[in-house]
């Protein structure tokens, strides 16, 4: 049974970080692609950004450049750095994974794409 928990949200300023986290088990984080995705309220969810099996990345344009997403195979965990946050970055975020290759589908960040959901950690940027 696939487990995927999250933890590290909370409540920040503009401006400042955030590390989520997500811990896997009856699953391998570097198996196949893992993914964070955010939702606001009233809004769908969107992808954040991705990392496929072979360490290669993608980000949607909103985060690129201060969201770094990455995994730590020994403790099959999923990471997201999240730096210079603000008030757009409110949002419930999930990890999510796959159960087969996307290859260059990863790029698309599509949650049809994911198989495996967490239950979400709440991020919330003040002004």
């Known amino acids: 049974q696939v487990q995927l928990v999250e933890s590290g949200g909370g409540s920040v300023q503009t401006g400042g970080s955030l590390r989520l986290s997500c811990a896997a088990s009856?699953?391998?984080?570097?198996?196949?692609?893992m993914g964070w995705f955010r939702q606001a309220p009233g809004k769908e969810r969107e992808g954040v950004a991705a990392?496929?099996?072979?360490?290669?990345?993608s980000y949607a344009n909103s985060v690129r450049g201060r969201f770094t997403i990455s995994r730590d195979d020994a403790k099959n965990t999923l990471y997201l750095q999240m730096n210079n946050l603000n008030p757009e970055d409110t949002a419930m975020y999930y990890c999510?994974?796959?159960?087969?290759?996307?290859?260059?589908?990863?790029?698309?960040?599509?949650?049809?794409?994911?198989?495996?959901w967490g239950q979400g950690t709440q991020v919330t940027v003040s002004s």
């Open positions: 999510a994974a796959t159960k087969v290759d996307l290859g260059a589908r990863m790029g698309l960040l599509w949650a049809e794409h994911f198989d495996y």
């Open positions: 009856g699953y391998t984080v570097s198996r196949y692609c």
């Open positions: 990392i496929d099996n072979d360490g290669s990345t």
